[in-house]
């Protein structure tokens, strides 16, 4: 199965903000969940999957900056929690590349089960 998150990814730093031990999300981070969570929803409509899994992410960004691999999947993987799969303990194989589009910046997650 793909879902396809579409807009620019942004990185998980950008989303979250810490002050005295605190970590919140932003109001940018909680928006961006809330849209992910809509097109999630849109795209995959049966109950949420149990068994181990195998999950290929491809995040194509719309601009050629130098971006960390590990900074911009997190909100995507929180998102698919209880919709996709009951929580993403059951991921036991993650494969992330990076690609540019710059007319089309998306996230694309291949959930299968793990092998």
Known sequence: MRITLL????STNSLYRHARGISYMTKKGREL???YIKQ????????????ELSIEVH????????HDWDNFHKISMD???GIVWVDDVQIYKATVEKHYDKANPRIEIIVDKYK
């Open 7 to 10: 807009g620019n990814p942004y």
């Open 59 to 66: 995040i194509y960004f719309g601009n050629l900056r130098v």
């Open 33 to 35: 969940k809330v849209s």
């Open 79 to 81: 998102a698919m929690t």
């Open 40 to 51: 999630i929803q849109e795209q995959y409509k049966k109950k949420p999957l149990t068994d």
